[in-house]
């Protein structure tokens, strides 16, 4: 009864209508909204506000002028990262030390769960996925702090070479061990947390599958190649993209606690360059140009990466 | 089907075993030396060297040194502090979004969202975020710890997906019985996505107590400093702040044991509530994984 009184009410004048509806949904979501106040607060002081700040990239920000009196310089800063000795070194770096752990890092914990895939001691899986969680809830700090030790002159690896007969080599301060160092760290550091996603996708894997090609003769490595990494396929695909789109800030953290001036030489990314020019030298809008940069050409990755798995595969993540 | 291995199929399982056993113990002796070191006098461990499989010397001096350190106690004070503050902020504003965003009925929710999701691909960067955290007058701060990660978008999505899943007429009947969104919230939906929320404060939680780099960019004050700070220090610039007023940078070698009494001080509380919460942490990131 009531809610056809209110229904003719509103009827014909349009106009009056929609307003009314929208004040009555407003007034329904009154204390919704209230709860998102904080929330649309928050994204615009910390995110949109220092999106709208990237245009200190195209000036000369000077702290004491703010963002709007500030000169305009254009590109002037691109053009002097572009040309400067660093331009190459950085991307170089960069790209080098994402493709050895594309290469050696992404595969680590798909070879891992597919191989526990394959016990069938419940007990022994257990083991061997608490055990290899473990490093992922130590803090970078810590675990810099261990690898340090562990590879300085006197430390646990090198007395393992010493064993062996050979020479100790202070392998931090040498800018041609700074990949492996890094690498070998985050395969160890992620390995068994990385392996979760996959472990879940495997328990997924309808079984009578496994039973059927059983019965056509199938051994392990067929089974395998057939049907579990089939199964599994999508997951990788979809994580390798956003591997990808990541690419060049991975890491920021670990490099920052883990080089030293002698290593720069390859150990100096894009985003430890920026740190320093920015933070350091207080060179912000010549560290924000870099950083847009790296910005744009993340993003490009991003999309690239997911258009060719969407051709290929069929799935991306839009 | 009964199942009849070949000679192929042992070999394999036999290196299987080999090479999982053999991950084990590179991941799990590193951990191992680090406890067997911070229980070994100085003296032996020289002696030694860096191969022992069992305490030298065994003593609990450096223990005794981490414990009366001043810095290393305030430090753990501040994290505490921040994990309890931090988590707390994030978990109100992840689950004001996720039910507010999980309303169907909502005008403009769609909006919100994109607005939201954005952020997840594009950032202003490092500078720009540090020269707003300047102008707000949050530089040497806590607040500058607390507030720019205030919330994770992703955490919300996971927890928004979870609350999509709670039956309407639940919300419905509620609602007919004249409550509003606050008692809905906390009366209905909270009480049935305690896994959920667990799992969030776990992430949250291990995220602050881990975090350093921005308190190493917006912190000066020493009295500020969280934990991760002072075992910056010790552990990777090999500096100790005794006690007392001394906090010029007098630098001398920090003996070995004591940096590794640091690690096991600073990591056993996590590594002691973790295999409770590991079951948790992993139906986390299941569900992480099912939302893509």
Do not use: C
């Amino acid at each position: 009864m009531e809610g056809a009184v209110s229904e003719l009410k509103a009827n014909p004048q349009t106009g009056r209508s929609k307003l009314l509806r929208v004040k009555r949904e407003l007034n329904r979501g009154k204390y919704v909204y209230l709860m998102l106040l904080p929330v649309m607060i928050y994204y615009v002081l910390f995110h949109y506000l220092p999106m709208v700040g990237i245009v200190i990239a195209f000036q000369n920000y000077a702290p004491g002028l703010g963002f709007f009196e500030s000169k305009w310089v254009g590109f002037k800063h691109f053009i002097d990262f572009f040309n400067s000795f660093y331009f190459w070194r950085l991307i170089k770096n960069t790209l080098l030390l994402n493709f050895w752990l594309l290469i050696f890092g992404f595969p680590a914990p798909i070879l891992l769960a597919l191989l526990l895939n394959e016990v069938r001691s419940a007990l022994f899986k257990r083991t061997v996925q608490t055990v290899t969680y473990i490093p992922h809830f130590i803090s970078m700090v810590v675990i810099v702090g261990m690898i340090k030790d562990f590879v300085s002159s006197d430390g646990l690896i090198n007395q393992i070479r010493n064993l062996l007969g050979k020479e100790s080599i202070a392998f931090l301060q040498l800018p041609e061990f700074f990949r492996s160092i890094y690498v070998t760290s985050d395969i160890w550091q992620g390995i068994g947390w990385s392996s979760i996603i996959y472990f879940a996708a495997l328990s997924a894997v309808n079984p009578e599958l496994y039973e059927a090609s059983e019965m056509d003769g199938a051994d392990r490595y067929k089974k395998m190649w057939h049907i579990t990494l089939p199964a599994i396929q999508p997951t990788i695909v979809i994580l390798l993209i956003l591997t990808i789109g990541n690419l060049l800030s991975s890491g920021f953290e670990k490099i920052l606690l883990l080089y030293q001036p002698l290593t720069y030489e390859t150990a100096d990314v894009i985003s430890t360059y920026v740190y320093r020019k920015g933070i350091l030298d207080s060179s912000f809008s010549f560290a924000s140009a870099v950083g847009l940069f790296n910005t744009v050409v993340n993003f490009t990755l991003l999309i690239i990466a997911n258009r060719i798995s969407r051709k290929i595969s069929e799935s991306s993540l839009w | 089907m009964v199942y009849k291995p070949s000679f192929g199929d042992r070999l394999f399982d036999y290196l299987n075993y080999i090479i999982l056993t053999l991950l084990m113990i590179s991941t799990f002796y590193p951990l191992y030396y680090v406890f067997v070191v911070s229980l070994s006098s100085i003296g032996e461990i020289a002696k030694h060297g860096s191969l022992m499989f069992y305490p030298r010397g065994f003593t609990l001096e450096a223990y005794q040194s981490v414990i009366e350190n001043n810095y290393i106690l305030k430090g753990f004070r501040n994290t505490i502090f921040y994990v309890v503050l931090g988590t707390s902020i994030n978990m109100m504003m992840t689950i004001f979004a996720a039910y507010a965003l999980s309303r169907k009925w909502l005008m403009g929710r769609r909006a919100i969202m994109v607005v939201i999701v954005i952020t997840m691909f594009f950032s202003g960067g490092l500078i720009p975020v540090f020269i707003v955290i300047q102008k707000l007058h949050l530089y040497n701060t806590i607040w500058a710890l607390m507030l720019p990660g205030a919330m994770s978008a992703f955490n919300m999505i996971m927890m928004r997906t979870y609350f999509q899943g709670i039956p309407e007429s639940l919300e419905e009947s509620a609602r007919m019985d004249g409550a509003h969104d606050f008692q809905i919230l906390f009366r209905i939906i909270l009480p049935v996505s305690m896994p959920i929320i667990a799992v969030m404060i776990l992430f949250y939680a291990v995220g602050h107590w881990n975090s350093w780099f921005s308190a190493a960019i917006y912190l000066q004050n020493r009295e500020l400093f969280p934990l991760q700070l002072i075992l910056r220090e010790i552990l990777i610039q090999g500096r100790i702040s005794d006690m007392g007023g001394d906090t010029s940078n007098v630098a001398h070698q920090v003996a070995k044991n004591l940096k590794y009494a640091t690690i096991i001080v600073s990591t056993v509380p996590i590594l002691l509530v973790y295999p409770f919460i590991q079951k948790y942490f992993v139906k986390g990131v299941m569900l992480g994984s099912l939302k893509e």
